[in-house]
């Protein structure tokens, strides 16, 4: 070991490693990256080698600064916070960094000095697509808070070799390729190869008791295979950073060395890659179960590699297990590191021989969990025969602990039927575990994402244990780092608030709040506008790189960017652009003001209806682009391949933001929030956060329709008949007809015959009930669109009051309701 005490002490000795921030440091490392790192020149370098270089030049600073929280953690012995999620968005990494180093226009200048344009170089990145929608992307603004709050954290998760798929559109439908995100290596992560653990599955368990008569059981797995750390450090804005820890699966050294020896050499390789199968692929689906094998081994494996390294922490820092729930707490994002209960029963009482009391004592108190979705198809349930074929003895201490928690509440004042519900197996039919009771009963915390979402878990889905334990259940509503989503993707707008407040809201978003009295200012909205309208003119460059489809900037750009779904309702959308369609073509009316309707999102591979629901669209707007007659005021735009990159040219050219969700389907959104911080005004109905936005920036200030939660729950109640609306409405069944149409379909009058059925016989999402109530509400937003000092003025309201939804916000919750986790500044 060096005789280092303080890594402050070595970094300000002099001729140490150059890690200034001037623009000449930068320029000196940038250099020394091309020519030590990748072995270089600049007159044969790709523009790749320069981003390499770059990003090279950049982790090293942020490391610096991770050693440093990671020495103040550790000797203030702090607690911290270890976040357990499958998936990640976090983005792209440079310019996020550039910005929390404060080093953007130092680089600039320096790459400048060197011919290059760093909005080309930070254009080169490809973004790790780990996650399929907002929860990844929430977990990713959460590690931007952490950093940025100085919270002892670490977050853990699945390096997935292809990532979310790449979505291209042929023919107006949806295909699908591999996401090779790894491809030119990925600059920002450092490969822990000490850091591996070994992972087992399947075999047998062996009970047996020793001369005390003590019960030890013994799992003989049929197979082994290891997890190695890759580290990403986050950076904080002028603070710390934290590591994001994701684990690659790789075939254990050991590994089938007979069949090797006995000359079967293929045979060995074979069964090293499909050891390495486990972290090939993200499952593409949001919020849909796909019940594969290979999934629930996906999640055994990062939550068994994620916990045994935070018990390795643990002990390093000389401490008892008795006394991990006091040091660490650890978060589950939704139920898909839930297996994480019964692992850490397993460690602390098989491998390290705690008795089952005390055990269970540290994990309750170690986990909590967060719920994001009450949709049924989205709970997960694990088959009881594919649980025992792969972890044969988590299954039996997921029974172990079912069986206790029955004695338990039997003893409470509940009903059989409530009992039965609240068991942690489903025996109706083919024996399933309920996840979310696992997570529920084994975490001292239970939240959801939002106000409204919380209150119906609360009502709903987790009711019998709010009961049972109403403490236990609390909200945190989701938030959104403004760093990313505004000070980096909208720079423009950035810079006009901090003329005019200063920067202290990149801190404190609610400083945002000094804003409103400028509303009322019209050289302020004027420079207001301008700036929408730089960003509209960029966001139209980019349509047009896109789709090759011409906008005017000066069109109303309406926006909905999110997964594809039916409960999210992008077919609303589309009956509402129908309906405009078909005033002009047969009315003869042309009253809209010029609009481009945008929309972008991924559909599941599997997922037939949100598939067609692409298509649907793309045809729509196959019929509208190319019609003269309507073309000059309608276009609409389906973007390929929606991305957190895609994203940050999105947001800041938005005008209007569709949150259009059947009330009582969307946990909490957070795109909502995202258009809402950089000056969209929302059309949207009373679910999940939107519900906050509206509460924050008022009711006069955001376009309302539809139904409510509790009026769709009624409706439904009642018997809902889509049919009656239809025939009752003429011009809604003018537009559904049409669905079925030759003018749209081409000759295939089957195309969108399911979608056409669906709505007019089930409509599960109520679109046909809510139809009216959308129509009207959006006549009304063409209203004030016409009146362009009024929407100014309403659009910096928005912004003004978004304080709420900073993601800094969310993880103070976090820390004050559940983690009781203080900051370490350094
Ligand atoms: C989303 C919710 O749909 C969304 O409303 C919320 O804002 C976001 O989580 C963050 O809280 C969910 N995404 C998934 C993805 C999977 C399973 C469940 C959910 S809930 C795979």
């Known amino acids: 070991m060096p005789k280092i005490k303080k890594t402050e002490n070595y970094f300000t000795q002099p001729g140490v490693a150059n890690i200034g921030l001037s623009k000449e440091d930068i320029k000196t490392s940038f250099l020394e990256k091309l020519f030590y790192s990748l072995g270089r020149i600049p007159v044969v370098a790709t523009k790749n080698d320069f981003y390499t270089s770059l990003a090279l030049t950049v982790r090293d600073r942020v490391f610096r600064k991770y050693v440093k929280s990671l020495e103040q953690y550790v000797e203030e012995d702090a607690r911290g916070v270890a976040y357990l999620s499958a998936e990640y968005l976090p ?130 797995p049929g197979t082994e295979i290891k997890g190695t750390a890759f580290d990403t450090p986050i950076l904080g804005y002028q603070s710390n950073a934290i590591i994001l820890r994701l684990w690659k699966a790789e075939a254990t050294e050991s590994f089938d060395f007979a069949a090797y020896n006995l000359g079967d050499y293929y045979r060995a390789v074979e069964k090293k890659m499909r050891s390495e199968n486990i972290t090939k692929v993200l499952y593409p689906n949001d919020e849909n179960l796909s019940g594969k094998e290979l999934r629930l081994k996906q999640q055994y494996f990062f939550v068994c590699c994620s916990l045994k390294d935070i018990i390795r922490l643990h002990l390093l820092q000389g401490r008892k297990l008795e006394t991990l729930h006091e040091k660490f707490t650890i978060q589950l994002n939704d139920t898909h590191p839930s297996i994480a209960v019964a692992e850490l029963m397993r460690l602390l009482v098989d491998v390290h021989q705690m008795g089952w009391e005390d055990a269970w004592k540290v994990t309750q108190n170690t986990f909590a969990y967060t719920n994001h979705t009450l949709l049924p198809e989205a709970l997960e349930k694990w088959p009881v025969n594919l649980l025992r074929n792969l972890l044969p003895r988590h299954l039996e201490i997921i029974y172990e602990i079912n069986s206790r928690f029955i004695t338990e509440i039997r003893e409470k004042d509940f009903s059989g039927e409530q009992i039965s519900r609240m068991f942690l197996i489903d025996d109706r039919g083919e024996p399933t575990v309920r996840m979310a009771h696992l997570a529920t009963v084994g975490s001292y915390k239970v939240n959801g994402v939002s106000a409204l979402h919380s209150g119906l878990l609360q009502e709903q889905v987790l009711k019998d244990f709010a009961q049972l334990w109403p403490k236990k259940f609390t909200n945190v509503t989701n938030g959104i780092t403004h760093r990313r989503f505004l000070a980096v993707s909208n720079p423009r707008l950035a810079a006009l608030i901090s003329e005019n407040i200063g920067k202290d809201w990149l801190t404190q978003l609610d400083k945002l709040k000094g804003l409103e009295p400028f509303a009322a200012n019209k050289d ?23 789709t090759g489809i011409e906008i005017k900037p000066e069109m109303l750009l309406d926006i909905q960017v999110k997964r594809i779904h039916e409960y999210k309702r992008q077919h609303l959308k589309v009956l509402h652009i129908l309906s405009l369609y078909l005033q002009i073509k047969k009315d003869k009316q042309n009253t809209v003001p010029p609009t481009a309707f945008v929309f972008a999102g991924k559909a599941a591979p599997g997922y037939f209806m949100a598939k067609r629901i692409i298509k649907l669209i793309t045809s729509v707007g196959d019929l509208i682009n190319n019609d003269p007659e309507v073309n000059g005021t309608l276009k ?88 009656k609306i239809y025939s009752e409405n003429e011009n809604l069944k003018r537009v559904i007809d049409f669905l079925i149409s030759d003018e749209l379909t081409k000759g295939d009058p089957e195309l969108f015959r399911s979608v056409y059925d669906n709505l007019l016989n089930q409509d599960p999402y109520l679109l046909l009930e809510d139809y009216q109530s959308y129509v009207d509400q959006m006549e009304n937003v063409y209203k004030v669109w016409q009146d362009p000092e009024k929407w100014a003025q309403m659009s910096i309201l928005n912004v003004a009051n978004m304080g709420k939804f900073s993601s800094d916000r969310s993880i103070k919750d976090y820390c004050e309701k559940i983690w009781k986790v203080g900051a370490v500044k350094v």
């Open 636 to 723: 609409v735009i389906f973007l390929p391949n929606f991305s957190v990159k895609l994203a940050q040219h999105v947001y800041p050219g938005a005008d209007l933001s569709e949150q259009i969700s059947m009330a009582g389907k969307e946990a909490s959104g957070t795109g909502n929030m995202k258009f809402a911080l950089n000056g969209a005004l929302t059309v949207g109905t009373l679910d999940g956060a939107n519900v906050e936005i509206r509460e924050e920036v008022g009711e006069e200030n955001f376009f309302l329709f539809g139904l409510t939660t509790e009026e769709v729950a009624d409706k439904k109640k009642q018997g809902y008949h889509p049919y």
């Open 91 to 220: 983005g792209p990494h440079l310019g996020n960094n550039l910005l929390n180093l404060e080093i953007m226009e130092e680089t600039r200048e320096a790459l400048a000095e060197l011919n290059l344009n760093l909005d080309e170089i930070l254009n080169e990145e490809v973004e790790p697509g780990l996650g399929n929608g907002g929860l990844g992307r929430l977990a990713s603004c959460y590690m931007d808070s952490l950093a940025t709050l100085g919270i002892p954290s670490i977050a853990y998760g699945i390096r997935y070799e292809f990532g979310i798929f790449k979505q291209e559109i042929q023919d107006g439908w949806q295909i699908e390729s591999t996401d090779k995100w790894l491809h030119n290596r990925n600059p920002w992560e450092v490969i822990r190869p000490e850091i591996s653990f070994e992972v087992k599955f399947g075999g047998h368990t062996e009970h047996s008791r020793d001369q005390d008569n003590k019960l030890h059981i013994e799992w003989i």
């Open 524 to 546: 302020f909205r004027s420079k207001w506008m301008q700036v929408k309208l730089e960003n509209k003119k960029n966001l139209a460059t980019h349509i047009k790189e896109l």
